[in-house]
């Protein structure tokens, strides 16, 4: 659905983009994540045509958003980070400006209008002005006016900075409900835990550079070394921490709050040799789990590797 | 709708509109224009009205002219001002609102938002010249001003206001910021009315003797508004301004002619100071006759048709150029697949 390639971005002596590649398949929740001027924003404007890259490609939806911005404008909804409303407006004639703007006949717009400011829960505010709306609910308001011609795909550029955590969790249900619509999604964003629970795939950016890309789980994976598990025994604990550490795959065992907790290479087929391991040796295992790494490791890691 | 009425008319019109007139500033901003414009009419009606009790100086008809020339120079003079502030801000106050990014990404073309805030804006300003009409009308208890004079002044006022506006459009496009945008549109502003008729003074169309027409101001002069406005309102030739030697005439010398009560021209040789040396020299040139342009680019042409064409002119190239810097990529047409070939790839 989106395809970067190599895309590059210089300003003067500076290279906010160095050769970014990434793509994000139909329907996925792609979390761009990245320290401030990483280039997520720089990435996200070439993405919505509104900046041209000094070089490489970038597809949305197959539309080339060089040559093809129409198109591109016509099947993605853009959030920027940070955006003005107009004055005099109410948010009824806020959506239904921006509805005929991508030239939505009149007479579905008002419907459009009512729906979307439902789908944000701004349906009581509709005859509100929308300069008299808290930060949150404009950019609740700014979602729904990314959604006012039921786009494909939506960059939302840091859609919760600046949002208390209420409204943190709202917006993220909002989101929740479009990956159910089959949106898919490209958020920029420093909330990395709520990153880890929304996004289907994750994208890490530093200095212009794409550090890690893929599945999230696949990249904590990648990133944070080795797989981890958490193994509770009945008893025998000496002799389960001896048959463990006798074992190849096995790289630290450790004991943590009476569990034994132990870092392996390997795979999932790896996990159920060493735990039949542990049962063949005849220790009773009451516990036995995988324990993820977190994404904020992944990303310490990723954006504190020397660039080169 | 058809394109051309899609390009026309679109969402941005509608929504300036509403915004435009919710609040308290546009109400004032006619109700001040009004009084303005209606102040200057009663203050000169009353100062004529007085001159007439005391002296018979002149048939209604002159006071009638007079006071026409008043109010459409104040009135152009009043739309030089307001003007380029409606326009100045159109793009800029977007791009420091951070509003223009939203309307970049729907499918209204960059032109489309260019031309909708341009029409917004100049709405508002005929809106003005309508609202000045009734106090015109007055003019026409005196007599002395024809319909067709009164026509042609307001068509010179709004096309020299469509030029400041679309001025004031370019430099909100030129520049990101509106307090620089505001000041280049002043300036600019200032350079049509006044700059260009400086430049009539300063260098001016020299008398050849042995012409075969009468001179004419020269033609850059012809983009300032207030020339053609004069020449309507008193309906007489132009022999007062930008012929004779200016500061550009080097040694000096040359003549300096006026029109004579009977129609006829007046020509003072002139000295290097610019001082006239001998009493005036009655010659028969050709005359130039009621407010046709008697020779140079525009000859035969009326100085308000001139004037009108030259700040189309200048409106078209300024709208080239905002159109040319306004897309958020400046990508060149030729280099985009169109629509209809482009599948998905």
Redesign the interface.
């Known amino acids: 659905m989106i395809a970067v390639q190599g895309l590059t971005k210089v300003y003067g002596h500076r290279t906010a983009l160095d050769a970014v590649s990434f793509e994000v398949p139909k329907g996925e929740i792609f979390g761009f994540v990245g320290p401030n001027g990483a280039g997520k924003t720089t990435t996200l404007?070439i993405l919505?045509?509104?900046?041209?890259p000094t070089a490489g490609r970038a597809?949305v939806?197959?539309?080339?958003v060089?040559?093809?911005?129409?198109?591109v404008?016509?099947r993605?909804?853009?959030m920027?980070d940070?955006?003005?409303?107009?004055?005099?407006?109410t948010a009824t004639?806020y959506l239904d400006?921006?509805a005929?703007?991508?030239?939505i006949p009149r007479a579905r717009r008002t419907k459009i209008a009512a729906d979307l400011l439902e789908l944000v829960g701004l349906a009581d505010r509709r005859d509100q002005s929308v300069d008299t709306l808290s930060r949150g609910l404009k950019q609740r308001l700014?979602l729904a006016?990314a959604l006012v011609?039921d786009p494909a795909v939506l960059l939302l550029d840091e859609p919760a900075s600046g949002l208390d955590p209420r409204a943190r969790v709202e917006m993220r249900e909002i989101l929740k409900e479009l990956q159910r619509m089959g949106k898919t999604i490209v958020i920029s964003s420093h909330i990395l835990p709520e990153l880890t629970e929304l996004c289907t795939m994750i994208g890490i950016i530093d200095q212009g550079r794409m550090r890690a890309t893929g599945p999230v789980q696949e990249v904590i994976r990648e990133l944070t070394s080795g797989r981890r598990l958490r193994i509770m025994v009945m008893g025998r604990r000496d002799e389960a921490l001896a048959i463990l550490k006798a074992l190849p795959s096995i790289r630290t065992v450790d004991m943590i709050n009476g569990a034994i907790e132990a870092q392996y290479e390997g795979d999932d087929a790896m996990a159920a040799s060493i735990l039949q391991a542990l049962t063949a040796a005849g220790i009773s295992v009451s516990g036995f789990s995988q324990l993820e790494g977190g994404l904020e490791d992944a990303f310490l890691k990723a954006t504190s590797e020397d660039v080169g | 709708m058809n394109r051309v009425a899609v390009a026309l008319w679109n969402p941005i019109v509608a929504k300036e509109y509403r915004s435009r007139m919710r609040t308290w500033r546009s109400p004032v901003a006619m109700t001040v224009y009004i009084l303005l414009l209606g102040g200057l009419g009663w203050a000169i009606f009353s100062a004529m009205s007085a001159a007439a009790r005391n002296v018979f100086n002149g048939s209604p008809a002159n006071y009638g002219q007079a006071l026409f020339l008043s109010l459409v120079i104040f009135q152009m003079v009043l739309l030089a001002f307001i003007t380029p502030a409606l326009t100045a801000g159109a793009i800029s106050s977007e791009r420091e609102r951070q509003t223009i990014d939203l309307l970049f990404v729907t499918k209204l073309p960059s032109f489309s938002i260019l031309w909708g805030k341009l029409l917004a804006s100049m709405s508002f300003v005929f809106l003005l010249l309508l609202l000045s009409v009734p106090i015109f009308s007055l003019v026409f208890l005196f007599g002395g001003i024809e319909l067709d004079q009164v026509l042609a002044a307001f068509l010179v006022t709004a096309v020299a206001a469509l030029t400041l506006g679309v001025i004031g459009i370019a430099c909100s496009t030129a520049f990101r910021r509106t307090l620089p945008a505001t000041v280049a549109a002043y300036g600019a502003s200032f350079i049509l009315l006044a700059g260009s008729l400086l430049y009539g003074l300063l260098f001016p169309t020299s008398i050849d003797p042995n012409a075969t027409a009468a001179p004419a101001p020269p033609a850059v002069s012809y983009i300032s508004p207030l020339l053609p406005l004069v020449t309507i309102g008193t309906s007489l030739p132009v022999t007062w301004y930008g012929i004779g030697p200016g500061f550009g005439s080097g040694g000096g010398g040359g003549m300096m002619c006026s029109g004579t009560p009977g129609g006829g021209q007046s020509c003072v040789p002139l000295n290097a100071s610019g001082k006239g040396v001998a009493s005036p020299i009655y010659r028969n040139p050709p005359q130039p006759t009621g407010t046709t342009i008697p020779s140079g680019l525009f000859a035969g042409w009326q100085y308000w048709q001139a004037t009108i064409t030259l700040q189309l002119l200048i409106s078209l190239a300024a709208l080239v150029l905002s159109a040319i810097l306004i897309p958020p990529t400046r990508r060149p047409p030729w280099a985009r697949r169109t629509r209809a070939a482009a599948g998905g790839s």
Do not use: I, N, S, T
């Not at chain 1, 919505?48 to 041209?52: D, P, R, T």
């Not at chain 1, 940070?82 to 407006?89: E, I, S």
């Open positions: 404007r919505a045509a509104l900046l041209e597809f939806d197959g539309a080339d060089m040559r093809q911005p129409d198109l404008h016509e993605l909804g853009y920027p940070f955006f003005g409303v107009y004055d005099q407006l004639e400006f921006y005929a703007c991508y030239r700014c006016r011609h």
